[in-house]
């Protein structure tokens, strides 16, 4: 039982847990969506995705009753075991969690629960990467420009900071040379009018809508990913399988094949800029397999 959506809305979340479904029907692995309809039977796990606090536990109490194990794949970057009664409580009883970044486990770690119990995944697996089937172009591409690509879900902040970083970003192309386009796509236009205004704004692709994500990822040359804050990325490791060089802050640490810059400073990106020219990757996307082996020891244990 997975308790969580599929897109739309289309975020890192969903597009999570879209591309887990793909992968377990390839390995033929039964599995459903949470709804009241689906309750009435006894499943061997429940799998929990939701981000607040209250829907986690709701699920936990439900996942109780109907399966014999409990796991949660935390997505959210803010989970502190060590100073959340709430979190530790959520560790105390789940049977199982999956984290998507280095110091989420550290967290949890330090909060003594058993190694047995945790493993760190990439939030996609290889096997559940779908290729695009859409023709949309969105834009000419002028072959002797470099068109970089940032994603803002929306204009949000975070302990006072701007989550995604299209501002630095709308700094940076100041001093960035005319062979760079920058092409940002905000789905919930949080930034229409800093970009509206912006002096150089014809060097500006502005995509304001829900788009096929990995088709415009073929359109460009590098994913730039300049946040404050982080998990581990879906639409870094969409990049990566496509062989797209990343450019992210290391506002977090990072995972192998990322080139990383000094979070919010203007000329380390820079000086960073120009190692992505002719850059492949050899970053590892986890595989279905590891999946279910975890899913089956916690079954045994």
Known sequence: MIFGKLPPPVGGVTKSIENLSNALRKKKVNHKFFSFFNIFKRYDISHIHYLKRWKIIVALIIGKIISRKVILTYHSVNFYPNRSFIDRLILKVIDGIIVLNENVEKECLDCKIETKKIIRLTPIFLEGIVASKST??????????????????????????????????????????????????DPKSGYEKEIISHSLKNRIIYINRVIDFASLLNSVDIYVRPTNFDGNSVAILEALSLDKPVLASDAVNRQKGIITYKNNDTKDFLNTIDLCKNYTSDANISSIDEYIKFLESILDD
């Open 136 to 185: 949309e172009k969105l834009f000419n591409k002028e072959t002797e420009k470099i068109y970089l690509l940032v994603y803002a879900y929306d204009k949000v902040f975070l302990e006072g900071l701007e989550v995604y970083g299209i501002t630095f970003m709308l700094k940076v192309l100041e001093q960035l040379k005319e062979e760079y386009t920058l092409v940002i796509v």
